[in-house]
């Protein structure tokens, strides 16, 4: 039995209403949607005895909220007309009087739960004000639509409030399907149409279809592909997409006498014009049509300073789909001028397209036009006396990419696979994304750029390109962001297929962090996903022919709801090039550089080694190779004054590493060391294990490659106090060829919990970016003790986060960890032992290269005399001695005199070009590096400058170290480490290399407290 309810106004703006107590709760138990709900109201008259014809029904939707008055007013008793203890139905005033509907009036309630969904909804305006609010706020009624109608039926007015103010009111056409009852549910994939209705009548009213693709007049849209024509004695429409004319080389035109634009279109497109068959069609070649075409406008872009244009034009009928955009732009209407051409036809050119002898200046490539015969059927013929080839841009050299050619073919893969899957369907939902992610500098938009570039190219896709650097949007207001997000989607729809690059869209669209307003980003990212996520219910549903590209440092640096929300299918990383990728990029580049820098050349008898100058650029990514051989081009233009011929040597390169830190390592500490091999004495077996794991790892890298063990990365240095064992690290950081972080350990300690182990994350991350790189970790025992002995727990948790990254799942690529003091999960230790009569016989002699000793000195009588002394001892007591020497020396020299030559340095006068506003004084330092550096260029001009400099300057007398200092020296200078404590070590050391035994040490007071111990 039917409810009865007496209206209630309240505002809720829209075409729904909020229903009774007792409806709504047996409807929330049963889980019913609003979105499947179809409520029946009829008004039941004053005067029962009245016509059932001239009663009042209306069909709405349900808001899913029950009537907030319902329940009050149920409270009341009955009264003697019955109707006091009604229920409330809640309808807003003026939707309530479009229906007929007044305040107090009773209605019968009636529930339709399996109401068929409508495919399409045509709809017109009431006035002709509803048509112009409509036409501005099109894109608001479109995405608000599904939130304010549910129900259609023929003939009853709906109504929709722009932004929540202004009044719109439609009133309902056609449905299709034809109901079977009277109603019809809006779904998202209803297409719902609303016909013009100007202030001015127009000749023809009736709707006329806009659709993406190619056009007739009749109102039925033709793909594509071409499908047959209708015969139809009216002159026939077509919307085609301008070619470019270089994407068909083949393609000749004959050479016209006149100022005839010639065009040419696919056979199946002129048949169509001619509404003719296609076998019936005996198309010459020179056989031109009379024509016309005008060029349909392009959505606007919304940061364009240029107004749109003001020309009149038709209404045409606006193709709504809630929660989806339209296929073409409000925008998109036929300007009224028109250009008359001459239409031939090639069966080169793709339906749908039209390739120009001569691209017309308000015409650009991509743009569509709408194509038409004239009526007077005039036929152009031209022979071919000559033929006119449209002009073809070579494709430039630069766009090769060397390196990277798997990357390349993954992309172009993915791309082309789903714009076929597109064309298998009528639409398409979401978008279809593919993620570059890489470091800055690897060369991420050179990619995305050749993979659109050969999928324009390819005669399977032929697809427009857009490009957009999202970092520029990054400080724009919202507003702006999101008027952009339409107006990708609007220009890739209209010039489909099309591929979007949205560059750097993690600078737009960045990650939350702790501790900062992610606001904006989260409203950026929703917006984002309102358009381009397949589970947005706003999206749209015709992302058919359009492939967004996205570049990205990382997925962790673009928002979390991106990825979860799986807008991008693929995920392709761009990895450093290794070495035969770096070779081939090198020798690319300076190819590419000799091409244009015609003046240098490189040396035939020894051309460049590019395989030894990969060796030593490892890490570096491609920028940072490109830049490497602008400084080295730099180099050679250096030795244009001095008159040699400029060409391109190995030592060009090797002068333009120095100083120059690759993008990778520019946030790094990196570790500079000068001790060699040949600075350290003795510990001969040592350094001979340091070369196998660090050097030749990376000097014979295919070697090791193929070898099925894991190698070590790990060395512990452990031994006695002054034994050398940092500066075995220092050399290594020289020697190997690697990069070099060291870290003392109470620097990555910190109070705060879990601050520890993110350093320890960090820091390996580092070296990581660096490889291949060492780690050294100084005074190691600070930051892992074994585990157990510390009370607060802070370096049990350093040490178990260093446990995950030496020993973890991942592994270490690259990176060599060097600790020195303390076993741990290191995989060699290394005793950096008391030295013995040979090896301070070596660390004497290697200490004695830095200093002059005279060749008198005796260092088998020092070496004998030594014994105990470590390293660093030896390395003192020369010092000393030298130091002694020094003194006696200038105690000796008589006064020296002021040199006369002062006046020959004369500072060099320059003038520096650069912005007059800018009044940056340069610094002592700065002048004085500067003036070197000019002195140098003019030297170089002046070969014999440099003779009368070398000649003035004074050579002084050297010191020279004589057995008496070193004797003398030796007196005053003991051992730093005593008999006993060399013992003590020597126990410790010996039970570490030793077999341990399982018997257990018994504890010193078994009746007393116990200590705190873990096992071994």
């Known amino acids: 039995m039917p409810k009865k309810a007496r209206i209630h106004f309240i505002s809720l703006r829209s075409s729904l209403v909020n229903l009774p107590i007792s409806i709504y709760g047996p409807l929330v138990e049963r889980s019913i949607r609003p979105q499947q709900l179809a409520v029946h ?70 529930l339709l739960y ?138 000749q035109f004959p050479e016209q006498i006149g100022s005839e634009l010639l065009v040419s279109v696919s056979t199946k497109t002129l048949a169509q014009l001619l509404n003719t068959d296609i076998h019936s069609l005996s198309q010459k070649p020179g056989h031109f049509y009379q024509g016309s075409f005008t060029r349909l406008s392009p959505p606007q872009d919304p940061s364009s300073s240029s107004p749109p244009s003001s020309a009149p034009s038709e209404p045409s009928t606006r193709i709504l789909n809630p929660g989806s955009k339209p296929d073409t732009d409000s925008s998109s209407k036929a300007q ?61 050299p630069s766009n090769f990419l060397a390196g990277v050619d798997q990357i390349l073919e993954q992309g172009v893969n993915y791309c082309v696979r789903e714009l076929f899957i597109h064309s298998t369907c009528r639409s398409v939902h979401g978008v279809s994304g593919l993620l570059v992610t890489g470091r800055s500098g690897s060369g991420k938009t050179s990619i995305v750029r050749t993979i659109a570039k050969s999928l324009q190219d390819d005669p399977r896709t032929l697809t427009y390109l857009h490009y957009v650097d999202a970092s520029k949007l990054s400080e724009q207001p919202v507003s702006s962001v ?26 737009l669209l960045t990650a939350e962090v702790e501790h900062a307003d992610s606001f904006r980003s989260r409203h950026l990212t929703g917006l984002f996903l309102r358009l381009f996520s397949s589970n947005a219910r706003t999206a749209s549903l015709n992302f058919r ?47 590419d550089r000799l091409q244009i820098a015609t003046d240098i050349t490189q040396d035939p008898d ?27 081009i730099h180099q050679v233009a250096m030795r244009s004054y001095s008159g040699l011929p400029l060409t391109l040597t190995q030592t060009d390169f090797t002068s333009a590493q120095k100083d120059f830190v690759p993008l990778s390592l520019r946030d790094v500490k990196l570790e500079k060391s000068d001790v060699a091999w040949s600075d350290i004495g003795g510990l001969h077996e040592t350094r001979r294990i340091l070369r196998e794991t660090l050097e030749w790892p990376t000097k014979y890298g295919p070697i090791f490659k193929q070898s099925p063990l894991r190698l070590r990365s790990g060395l512990l240095l452990y031994g006695f106090p002054g034994c050398g064992k940092t500066l075995l690290a220092s050399a290594v950081a020289k020697e190997c060829g690697l990069n070099f972080i060291s870290v003392k350990g109470p620097e990555i300690l910190n109070k705060y919990i879990g601050a520890s182990e993110k350093s320890v994350r960090d820091l390996f991350e580092r070296a990581s970016a660096a490889k291949p790189c060492v780690l050294f970790f100084d005074e190691f025992d600070s930051i892992a003790p ?22 973890g799942a991942e592994g270490l690529d690259g990176v060599y960890v060097l600790a020195a003091t303390r076993q741990g999960r290191l995989d060699k230790s ?139 020296a030796l007196k005053s200078t003991r051992p730093s480490v005593s008999q006993e404590e060399r013992q003590r070590l020597g126990r410790i050391y010996e039970d570490f290399v030793s077999d341990r035994s399982g018997n257990l040490p018994v504890p010193p007071e078994a009746g007393g407290i116990g200590s705190r111990a873990t096992l071994g």
Request: glycine fraction near 4%; aromatic fraction near 4%; charged fraction near 25%.
């Open 41 to 110: 109201l009829t008004l039941i008259p004053e005067d029962s005895k009245k016509p059932k014809d001239a009663r009042v029904e209306a069909y709405v939707g349900w808001t899913g909220m029950a009537s907030a008055s319902s329940l009050a007013q149920f409270n009341g008793g009955p009264t003697q007309s019955g109707e006091r203890g009604l229920e409330i139905i809640e309808i807003d005033p003026q939707y309530a009087q479009s229906l007929g509907l007044s305040l107090n009036d009773v209605v019968e309630i009636g």
């Open 336 to 396: 009224p001028e028109s250009n008359e051409i001459y239409i031939g036809s090639s069966a080169q050119i793709p339906g749908g397209h039209i390739v120009f002898s001569a691209l017309p200046e308000a015409l650009q490539e991509w743009d569509r036009v709408s194509l038409n015969l004239k009526d007077n059927g005039r036929k152009l013929v031209l022979e071919e006396t000559g033929l006119l080839e449209p002009a073809i841009a070579s494709a430039s």
């Open 606 to 632: 020894s051309p460049l080694n590019f395989t030894e100058i990969s060796t030593q650029t490892e890490g570096y990514s491609a920028t940072d190779l490109k830049d490497l051989v602008a400084r080295a």
């Open 786 to 807: 074994k585990r157990g002995h510390d009370s607060t727990g802070v370096t049990d948790r350093v040490v178990n986060q260093m446990l995950t990254q030496m020993d």
């Open 545 to 591: 022919g359009i492939v967004v590209i996205a570049t990205a440092e990382s997925t962790a640096s673009i928002h979390s709801s991106i990825t979860a929300a799986h807008v991008f299918k693929e995920v392709i990383h761009v990895t450093p090039p290794n070495k035969e990728a770096r070779r081939d990029i090198l020798s690319r580049l300076v190819h």
């Open 830 to 968: 290394l005793l950096c032992n008391m030295p013995d009569f040979e090896e301070r016989k070596d660390i004497l002699k290697a200490v004695a290269r830095k200093i002059t000793v005279s060749e008198s000195v005796d260092f088998d009588e020092i070496a004998s005399k030594t014994d105990g002394f470590s390293g660093a001892d030896l390395q003192a007591l020369l010092y000393n001695a030298h130091l002694d020497a020094i003194h006696a020396s200038i105690a000796d020299l008589p006064s020296l005199s002021t040199s006369s030559g002062q006046d020959d340095d004369t500072p060099v006068e320059y003038t520096i070009l650069s912005d007059p506003s800018a009044k940056s004084k340069l610094s002592k330092a700065e002048e004085m590096a500067l003036q070197r550096r000019l002195r140098q260029i003019l030297s170089r001009r002046d070969p014999a400058q440099i003779k009368t400099v070398a000649t003035k300057t004074a050579q002084p007398k050297k010191t020279e170290v004589e057995q008496a200092d070193i004797l003398r």
């Open 114 to 251: 399996d109401v068929p969904p409508a495919k399409s909804v045509g709809t017109e305006p009431v006035t002709s004000d509803d048509w112009e609010i409509i036409e501005i706020h099109a894109a608001h009624v479109e995405s608000t639509l599904l939130s304010q109608v549910r129900v259609a039926k023929v003939g009853q007015e709906i109504d929709v409030w722009v932004l929540g103010r202004t009044r719109v009111r439609l009133r309902v056409t056609s449905l299709d399907p034809a109901p079977k009852g009277s109603v019809l549910l809006l779904t998202t994939n209803t297409e719902v149409s609303i016909a013009p209705k100007p202030h001015k009548s127009k000749d023809s009213a009736a709707p006329k279809p806009l659709v993406n693709g190619t056009h007739t007049t009749n109102g039925k849209p033709i793909t594509d592909d071409d499908k047959k024509p209708t015969a139809s004695p009216a002159p026939t429409t077509v919307v085609l997409r301008a070619l470019p004319s270089r994407l068909v080389p083949t393609l």
């Open 482 to 507: 999101k008027a952009q997000f339409d107006f990708w989607f609007d220009t890739c729809a209209w010039r489909r297929p099309s591929i979007l690059i949205l560059d750097n869209l993690d600078k």
